[in-house]
Structures are given as structure tokens and as C-alpha cells.
């Protein structure tokens, strides 16, 4: 079984629609991260938790919210879906320890369309 | 701030050709520098890394090493397999901070034909 696991995998959905995109990992890991990717941008973080009770905004955090339900589960919420928030999302855990080298393990992504 | 820049693609290159994708970052302190590969329709995996200056990082043939006084981490291969197709990601963490953020490239696709 894979240990990142994001439901679900493909969504079409209108603008002005609320959207939650969930991860759930089996890593026990404590920190969390989504990325969306768009064509030649590479992928840039929306949101990250250290823990359930940590929550931080990443560079691109603007019509998105989050909920970090339990160590294992963390949503990305698009309350307001809008067209430009097309794209490739992942989700991504790594260990707890305070280090810059630690390897980040990603989910196999939700491709949203909004129309 | 911190970024990271990636030769533009796709690289289409024959089975057995030498690789490079070149790779160039913008860090404040001492980052800790990786590549990404992402196969067709799956999530990214690490495939190597590297902490500090000089060191190379290496893992299923591909190589690269950390260079300070150029600010890059160029990776190669010296065999491409049609297996390597794949879009490959250079990022970095940068220090001191300890959030384990990191900040991508733009990615650079690989093609390998037989």
C-alpha cells in the first residue's frame, strides 16, 4: 500500500464550487505539505503543519484553506474554486526532525480542473 | 529571495547519450540541495542529494555535486536508459531554517528514444 495516499485522483469541478482535496500517509510522520504544480513553475507550497495544531501559510497560500484533521490526515480546501486553480496537487510528508536535509515523500497528486 | 533555475527543456536524447540538466540556485546561508524525478502519472521521489559544498550526491547511475563557488547542481548520467523519461526537479532547503520547505525548479523533461 502506498504511504501518501490523496483522494481524489482526478476532480472536475465549476467556478464558485467548494472543493477539499485529502491526503491521508501511514509514514508517522508529523509534518505535512501541499504543493500545487503548473506547467514550467515547478511546484510551489500552499500550506504546511508540523503538527495537528501548527498550521503555516506557504507562498501561495490565497483562496486555499486547510485542516489538519490528525497526525495521518491533512485537506486542502478550495472554498471558491476558480479557474487558475487548474493544476497538479500534491501532498507531501517528512520526518519531525529539525533538519533541513530530511527527504520529503509525495502523494501521487489530485489533478483539478475548475471550469 | 531563495529560487532555483533549471536549463529549459524537453531534453530528447537517444538511449546510451550522456545527460546533463543543468541547475543553478539563489540561497541566502548554506542550502541543502536535492533532485526530484517524477515518472508519468506518479508523485515525485527523491533521487539524490547533497549538504553541503562539495559533496555528491548519487543514486541509480545519475550523479551531481554541490558547488559553492558556481551555486550549482548540475545532474548527469553517462548512459540514459528509455527508462529515465521523466520530469526532474532540482530544489534546495535553505538554512538556518528548519521547516524543510523547499522551493523547486521549474522542472526540465527527459525524453529517451530507443
Known amino acids: 500500500d502506498a504511504d501518501v495516499t490523496q483522494t481524489p485522483r482526478n476532480r472536475i469541478t465549476k467556478t464558485g464550487k467548494r472543493i477539499m482535496l485529502e491526503c491521508s500517509q501511514t509514514?508517522?510522520?508529523?509534518?505535512m505539505y501541499w504543493y500545487r504544480q503548473d506547467p514550467g513553475l515547478g511546484l510551489r507550497l500552499i500550506y504546511y503543519?508540523?503538527?495537528?495544531?501548527?498550521?503555516n501559510k506557504g507562498e501561495i497560500s490565497d483562496g486555499y484553506s486547510v485542516s489538519r484533521q490528525a497526525q495521518a490526515k491533512f485537506s486542502l480546501s478550495l472554498e471558491s474554486a476558480i479557474p487558475n486553480q487548474t493544476a497538479l496537487y500534491f501532498c507531501a510528508t517528512s520526518g519531525a526532525t529539525a533538519s533541513k536535509n530530511n527527504e520529503q515523500f509525495f502523494g501521487p497528486g489530485t489533478r483539478l480542473t475548475v471550469l | 529571495g531563495d529560487s532555483v533555475t533549471q536549463m529549459e527543456g524537453p531534453v530528447t536524447l537517444s538511449e546510451e547519450a550522456f545527460l546533463t540538466i543543468n541547475c543553478t540556485y539563489t540561497a541566502t546561508g548554506y542550502p541543502s540541495l536535492f533532485w526530484y524525478v517524477q515518472y508519468p502519472g506518479e508523485g515525485l521521489q527523491l533521487l539524490l542529494k547533497?549538504?553541503?559544498?562539495?559533496d555528491k550526491g548519487s543514486n541509480k547511475g545519475f550523479e551531481a555535486t554541490y558547488r559553492k563557488e558556481t551555486t550549482s547542481f548540475h545532474l548527469e548520467k553517462g548512459s540514459v536508459q528509455v527508462s529515465d523519461s521523466a520530469v526532474y526537479f532540482c530544489a534546495l532547503t535553505s538554512a538556518p531554517s528548519n521547516t524543510g520547505k523547499l522551493i523547486f525548479g521549474q522542472g526540465t523533461t527527459l525524453q529517451v528514444k530507443p
Open positions: 509514514k508517522g510522520h508529523d509534518r
Open positions: 547533497a549538504t553541503k559544498a562539495d
Open positions: 503543519s508540523f503538527d495537528v495544531k501548527d498550521i
